[in-house]
């Protein structure tokens, strides 16, 4: 039992980051109806910021996504003006090809400036932990769930309430329609970019005290964010948030009940049957 | 009369070859690419070695060659070395899977190669006749810290964690064999996918196991990560064991609140009590910037190795090899010869170490005859 408790706990936690990671990619998609694949390299960028905000300002990875969402936030606006809005109207593979290709240009840039050596980030908190009970929750994880909480219910918030929220849900949801009602869909897809990017590193950041630093670390978190998106359903913010905790627990529990080198078939495994009994994803609204 | 008359040109030709005498080596080893972290120490280690042979009258012109860390390119730098640049030796590789297939390739050419580092066991176990290895074998790193921990404890139990890669399956399935041997019960063993964020749920098994060892195989990041978690779960085994790689560099060692009374086995230290040993760490370091790990040693004891033996031979491969088969050597890596033994062929029988980091920094703490500091034991609990 005490095992089932803690790797539950632990993947559920650490399933927050890839939530927000999802919730990123997913914004994106709906409102452009585009695949980010160079996702997880932003959330590379996250992670080097906080890096040189920590070691060269001695700004603390969590305090330092306030800094980091702008930064990240008008990298993505730029990235989507200058680059992304050509495409908008392509193939679907010059589309894929495209964000590819700037996810290489990422993490080979860093690669040039930064070398491909490891960085840690030490904080007296990143091994740190406490008991509940029989289970010991890890510090870092948990103040990082809280805070991936906290951003999760501002964009709902702003989402839901703010008439830009609306206007970007509105583009997702129809994106001629939306024209017609006086949308600007063009402002709207800079935005949406925007916020994919900054939630992107956001989540890099709040999983940099606890985890390790190089140019291409990003492109697994891509591919989990893929799945986690399908899994939710392509567009829904509700669905990536509850895939990427599915996610996480899943992963968890498969390390501790099979084996952890195994824990990834599993992941897939699952993906496969829920593609299977339910394409268009748990939160997905089947667009036929 | 002819005989003598023979004896006498090679007298003659031998006088100025040693005063100055000009050998060609060929060096493969993995400079750019993801191993180029380690390779850089044997770049470094080598770049001495050529510098002090020159202060010995040997000249020796190097051929680099990259390997990228991928066999095919180390099988054609092997190509390009014995035909186009003729050389009369190699050095190299760095990595197993590299230096297996270039092994293959140096024994077709009967071109003496001196291996420094790779440690996989078949590479000096397939009869090969100019392949010779400095390094110790993967068989050697879990031997030496079992043989230490029963030395100093009565260990019943132990978790063996690895990453599956070959290096880590490898150093298991020794790990596991060496146990058995020992009469320690195996009561965890688990090979992981290296690089992910969270281990949790397999170091809470590991836990649930209760074992009085703890063995792992991994590299730089993965071993920090492990051993954060270890610390965030409250681990406390007898003792944590680390099969050189990511428990024997400094990134580790400065992790201090989870480093602390960690062993690690490797073939070499900067403080080990082996002739001139200090003053090759206090050299390296401030000629290069940093510290040296064992592999900056090994590349350079086979290149001394390389260059002596070639400048004797003086540029015939066969004689090469003879003088390496015959030779034996001392100095700042310990004894080296060459032998057969236990289905080896020309393999060193190297004296492994054991490390451990104290406060933030590597003491050779065992065999106690090698040691500059006490070792920990048994783990003293986390900080």
Partial sequence: MTIFLQSLLSGVLIGGAYALIGVGLTIIFGVMRIINFAHGDLVMLGMYASFFLFTLGNVDPFVSIVFVFPLLFLFGALLQKTVINRVLNALPQNQILLTIGIGLILSNTMMLLFTSDYRIISTTYSSGSFRLGEISVSTPLLLSFVITAAVTAVLYWFLLKTDTGQAIRATAQDRDAAQLMGVNVKRMSVLATGIGAGLAAVAGSLISPTYYIFPQVGQPFTLKAFVIVVLGGMGSVMGATVGGILIGATESLAGAYISSGLKDLVVYVLFLLILLFKPAGLFGKSRV | MQRLLSLVTAALLAVPALAVSQVKIGVINSMTGP??????????????????????????????????????????????????????????????????????????????????????????????????????TTGDYAAILLDMATTLGKPKSIAILSENTDFGVSGAKSAKDYADKKGIKVVFEEAYSPGSPDYRSTLVKVKGANPDLMFMVSYVADAITLMRQSRELQLTPMAFLGAGAGFSTDKFASEKNISHAVF????????????????????????????????????????????????????????????????????????????????????????????????????????????????????????
Avoid: C
């Fill in chain 2, 264 to 383: 690690s086995s490797t073939q070499w230290t900067p403080d080990v009590n082996w002739p001139g040993a200090k003053a090759f760490g206090d050299r390296y370091q401030k000629r290069f910037g940093k510290t040296p790990t064992y592999h900056a040693a090994n590349a350079y004891i086979a290149m001394m190795i390389m260059g002596e033996t070639a400048a004797k031979a003086g540029g015939d491969r066969e004689k090469v090899a003879a003088g390496l088969r015959a030779g034996s050597w001392d100095g700042l890596f310990g004894p080296v010869k060459f032998q057969d033994f236990d289905g080896y062929q020309n393999q060193n029988k190297h004296q492994m170490l054991v490390e451990q980091v104290q406060d933030g920094k590597y003491y050779t703490v065992w065999p106690q005859a090698l040691q500059s500091g006490k070792p920990i034991w048994p783990f003293p609990g986390w900080k």
């Fill in chain 2, 35 to 136: 191993q180029a972290p380690i390779g850089e120490n044997l770049t470094n280690g080598i770049k001495l070695a050529e510098e002090d042979l020159a202060a010995k009258g040997i000249k020796v012109q190097l051929v680099w060659e990259d390997d990228t860390g991928k066999p095919q390119v180390g099988l054609s730098a092997m190509d390009k070395l014995a035909t186009r640049d003729n050389v009369v030796g190699v050095v190299g590789a760095y990595t197993s899977a590299v230096t297996n297939a270039v092994a293959k390739k140096a024994e077709q050419y009967k071109m003496p190669l001196v291996n420094p580092v790779a440690s996989k066991e078949e590479i000096t176990r397939q009869g090969y006749k100019y392949v010779f290895r400095v390094s110790a």
